[in-house]
């Protein structure tokens, strides 16, 4: 079994900071991209960031310069920074990753329970 479990979510206020956490554990042979992804209401998931295990980032346009993705390889956990918050970056946030667990050759997607982020004016 392969667990992603995410922690950081919580009230803050518009301006302000928070980090996200993501601890993928279980029977884990290699992660290969990591992600986060967000959840408004009645609206789709869409991508927030993206980290290789190389350590190459893409970011949706709405939160680059604000937002920081970044990844402990040796902890299998990746982070998000999220600064300067606004109103819209109100949403659940998930994290995802694609791991091949051990004795297996191809990566599976993998998702954590998600945790809220609200971000008051």
């Known amino acids: 079994q392969v667990q992603l479990v995410e922690s950081g979510g919580g009230l803050v206020q518009a301006g302000g900071s928070l980090r996200l956490s993501c601890a993928a554990s279980?029977?884990?042979?290699?992660?290969?991209?990591m992600g986060w992804y967000r959840q408004a209401p009645g609206k789709q998931r869409e991508l927030v960031a993206g980290?290789?295990?190389?350590?190459?980032?893409n970011y949706a346009d709405s939160v680059e310069g604000r937002f920081t993705i970044s990844r402990d390889n040796p902890k299998n956990t990746v982070y998000l920074q999220m600064n300067s918050l606004n109103p819209e970056g109100t949403a659940v946030y998930y994290c995802?990753?694609?791991?091949?667990?051990?004795?297996?050759?191809?990566?599976?997607?993998?998702w954590g329970q998600g945790t809220q982020v609200t971000v008051s004016s």
């Open positions: 995802n990753a694609m791991i091949s667990r051990t004795g297996e050759l191809f990566p599976r997607d993998y």
């Open positions: 279980g029977s884990i042979r290699i992660i290969n991209a």
């Open positions: 980290i290789t295990n190389g350590g190459d980032t």
